[in-house]
């Protein structure tokens, strides 16, 4: 079986703020992290290999520092990791992101499952996985919560808002995976160390067999007009007393002088 | 590119209901809209959800009956949207719940049609009467951003629930159309079983107004009991984070955050959560915070108008003793 785990390199803090000179989301001296959904997704590939001896392709589309999260996701136990890099893929919007995902998928050849995290923290929009899967042209299951695999076929758990859903996938089938689904493991030294001895992997657009029209900027329909930050409500982040239990009095005090605690509800 | 004057929403059912996110979608729709208003419902043929739909008022809907699809996955959903726009035209816009089933159906869609898509917005409007303006929080709510698809028809948007009020609207001159014939391609790699979700006999987390929010750092059965008596004294319910639905007694109902609940009550009150952003994100609307943590550079303090640096059932057993 060959597993492709699509992974996204993340900001390590969302709590991001705008530069009031470029108007861009200042990302100055925030380090890069895989993903939090894409570990799930990552843990959920290596249980099936436990279990099947399946192959692990982890791949991510991004600048060269992305090679950071690809190391990270060898040392937890890929076999193989491929970097999707190129000036041409800037700009890119889900659309257009996932074309590529796609031919790469496709250069890979006779992938029986494809698995993603259920949405990036950071762009929150959860688009990837069927929009990869309808270039593929593969069946998709979005949100599992819990997966297993049964010699060709996955057995899948998904929430909708009042439904659960039960559902069984032949292979090939892309799967988003939610945070439900297992408890990521994470990278010993030993593990680190020996993932340098496998190298990742860099595919340049001329790899690939793209239409020029359908990447970076010149293939994404969407514009983002402009950001901002919202209006938060300020917070007070009142340090309460030392003491726990002056802490308490004080916080009841204040609740009650507030109208937040009434007496006797 | 065959383009239709009509702006068009999806009829979000689920389990033979109508998901209260689509009235809210419509009439916000009808409210910024100068072209018609379209709902597009697909049910059981032996149902008649458009009765339900017409007492919001849209131009339109049109109503594909079909036992089949309305099973249908995301697939074959696709598959029938795409024949159906094939027929119509491509209308101006197109939007969806940002629900799990809106979230994965619209942007299978966008792919088919290769048009733009903005998921989980919060606000909607129209300028030069089809551009439609998108804003949607992104880093957790930490940025918004304005989007638009100038040069892509449909439109396409995920809007969240509870953001607009839905009201109802008496419009005469509704129109429904009726698809019998609809071709639909079954697609064989699923086998999908549904069966609708017990539903909580306490108060739910998303309506209760006191919540005592507890972490990782309280899997403990002793702290546990502590955080419900101080749940109970304050009529409060519990809330967890992720790890601890791993426990029998919450499960995904129970869970503040990004792939559990978001909540708004009056006070929240979270006891050893340091505040991860897949948590954080379900609390936006809780108005009063106070979070204790013993890491005084726990990121929950900046999300809190109160905070406790120190151990969290300590402070738990303090406000069960200031609250006789």
Redesign the interface.
């Known amino acids: 079986m060959k597993i492709v785990v699509g992974i996204k390199q993340v900001p390590e803090t969302t709590n991001v703020k705008i530069n009031e000179k470029t108007k861009n989301i200042d990302r100055r001296g925030i380090s890069g992290v895989i993903n939090q959904y894409d570990r799930h997704a990552l843990e959920a590939a290596f249980d099936i290999k436990a279990k099947t001896g399946a192959e692990v392709i982890v791949m991510t589309m991004g600048p060269d520092d992305f090679v950071v999260s690809l190391q990270e996701a060898l040392a937890l136990g890929a076999d193989s990791a491929i970097l999707l890099s190129d000036r041409a893929f800037a700009g890119a919007d889900t659309l257009a992101t996932g074309y590529v995902l796609s031919e790469a998928i496709k250069k890979i050849g006779d992938v029986d499952l494809v698995l993603l995290g259920q949405q990036s923290v950071d762009a929150d929009t959860g688009q990837m996985g069927p929009i990869v899967s309808e270039f593929l042209d593969m069946s998709q299951v979005t949100y599992a919560s819990k997966l297993d695999v049964d010699g060709d076929t996955l057995r899948i758990k998904r929430y909708l808002e009042t439904v659960e859903q039960d559902v069984i996938a032949k292979l090939p089938v892309l799967v988003t995976v939610t945070d439900q689904a297992n408890e990521p493991k994470y990278v010993n030294v030993v593990e680190i160390a020996k993932s340098f001895e496998k190298s990742v992997i860099t595919w340049h657009a001329s790899d690939l067999n793209l239409d020029d029209d359908r990447v970076g900027q010149a293939g994404s329909p969407s514009v983002v007009r402009s950001i901002s930050s919202p209006e938060a409500v300020a917070k007070d982040n009142h340090k309460l007393a030392d003491n726990p239990q002056d802490a308490a009095d004080e916080l009841v005090r204040i609740l009650k002088d507030k109208n937040i605690l009434v007496e006797d509800k | 590119m065959e383009l239709l004057k009509e702006n068009w929403i999806f009829a979000e059912v ?2 033979n ?1 109508v ?1 209260p996110i689509t009235y809210q979608l419509i009439t916000k729709m009808n409210q910024i809209s100068n072209l018609p208003v379209t709902v597009v419902l697909i049910e059981g043929s032996n149902e008649s959800l458009e009765d339900d739909i017409k007492e919001y008022g849209p131009d339109k809907i049109i109503t594909i009956k079909n036992d089949q699809l309305a099973q249908g ?3 074959e959903m ?1 598959n029938a949207l795409d024949t159906l726009i094939d027929k119509t035209g491509r209308p101006n816009s197109f939007v969806f719940a940002a ?3 809106g ?6 869609l ?3 049609l ?7 917005c919060l606000d909607l409007h129209f300028e030069d009467d089809d551009t439609l ?1 998108q804003t ?17 028809r449909p439109q396409m948007a995920t809007v969240r629930s509870n953001v607009f009020e839905a009201k109802k609207f008496n419009n005469p001159s509704t129109k429904v159309i009726n698809i019998t014939n609809l071709k639909v391609v079954k ?11 017990p539903q909580e006999s306490a108060e739910s987390i998303t309506e209760a107004s006191r919540i005592v929010a507890i972490g990782r750092g309280d899997k403990t059965e002793e702290n546990l009991t502590n955080a419900k008596r101080l749940a109970d004294k ?2 409060a319910v519990i809330g967890v984070t ?2 601890l ?2 426990l029998d007694e919450f499960d ?1 109902n129970d869970q503040i955050g ?2 559990g609940q978001s909540v708004s009550p ?2 929240l009150i979270n006891l050893g959560i340091s505040g ?3 948590y954080t994100a379900g609390i936006s609307n809780a ?4 979070s204790a943590n013993t890491d005084k550079d726990a ?1 929950i ?11 969290a059932e ?2 738990s ?3 069960e ?3 006789q």
């Open positions: 689920d389990l209901k998901n996955n995301d697939l696709t629900t799990v089933v979230r994965s159906l619209a942007p299978r966008q792919a088919r290769r048009t733009g898509l903005t998921a989980d303006v949607k929080p992104s880093y957790g709510d930490n940025i918004m951003c304005e989007i638009v698809v100038p040069n892509h697609d064989n790699q699923l086998t999908i079983l549904s069966k609708p979700l304050l009529h992720r790890p639905t791993d995904i990004q792939s009056d006070i991860a952003v897949q108005k009063t915070i106070v990121p303090f900046k999300y809190s108008d109160y905070y406790y640096v120190g151990n300590e402070f057993k303090a406000l003793r200031a609250l």
